[in-house]
Nanobody
């Protein structure tokens, strides 16, 4: 079992920055891959960024490449998402997720999910 706790969301103006954190507790074996997803009202959940502990490989959605950076503190088992140059289209609930096997941006890969943190970007 893994428990995930997101933090760092908030309201910013377009062009601003936020840093999200996801603290994982429980079975470290289930956090081989950690990822960020987001879901805006009326839209499907989409993968934003992911990090593989085994290969140190990162994955990004095209919509955030060059603006968002995912990183992990393995000692603290915490995943971060640095979000720069935020746009109104980035407004969504952001969720952290983990899986023990494959890494990627499909929500079907992930077993454990946090409760989410809201990010609101105003124009």
């Amino acid at each position: 079992q893994v428990q995930l706790a997101e933090s760092g969301g908030g309201s910013v103006q377009a062009g601003g920055s936020l840093r999200l954190s996801c603290a994982a507790s429980g079975s470290s074996g289930d956090t081989y891959c950690m990822a960020w997803f987001r879901q805006a009202p009326g839209k499907e959940r989409e993968g934003v960024a992911a990090h593989s502990a085994g290969t140190d490989k990162t994955y990004y959605a095209d919509s955030v490449k060059g603006r968002f950076t995912v990183s992990r503190d393995s000692a603290e088992n915490t995943l971060y998402l640095q979000m720069n140059s935020l746009k109104p289209d980035d407004t969504a609930m952001y969720y952290c997720a983990t899986t023990r096997v494959f890494c990627g941006l499909s929500s079907r890969l992930y077993n454990y999910w946090g409760q989410g943190t809201q990010v609101t970007v105003s124009s």
